[in-house]
């Protein structure tokens, strides 16, 4: 057994877990938050460097990911405070 799935196993037999009452509910407001988080409906034009966009394209190439689509996820981050300097 893994350390995560030991934790989840100790989580359980201590009764942490609390049973959602209205799932249906949770689920229609979780999706909606999904929805309005991925919701792409503004377009910006920027100029960057040559050697920026072909390391962004690596990377993306890379992630599996389109190149727009990192650079729309490195943005979204910045603005919540989520995007982590690498050193």
Known sequence: MSEQER????SIEADEWKSIKDKAS???ELKAAATNTMLKDQR???RIGKK??????????????PY???????????????????M
């Open 7 to 10: 934790e989840y196993l100790e």
């Open 26 to 28: 949770l689920i229609t």
């Open 44 to 46: 910006m034009n920027i």
């Open 52 to 65: 920026d966009l072909e390391g962004i394209k690596t990377r993306a190439l890379e992630e599996g990911i």
């Open 68 to 86: 727009q689509t990192l650079v729309a996820s490195i943005i979204h981050k910045y603005v919540n405070g989520k995007l982590k300097e690498v």
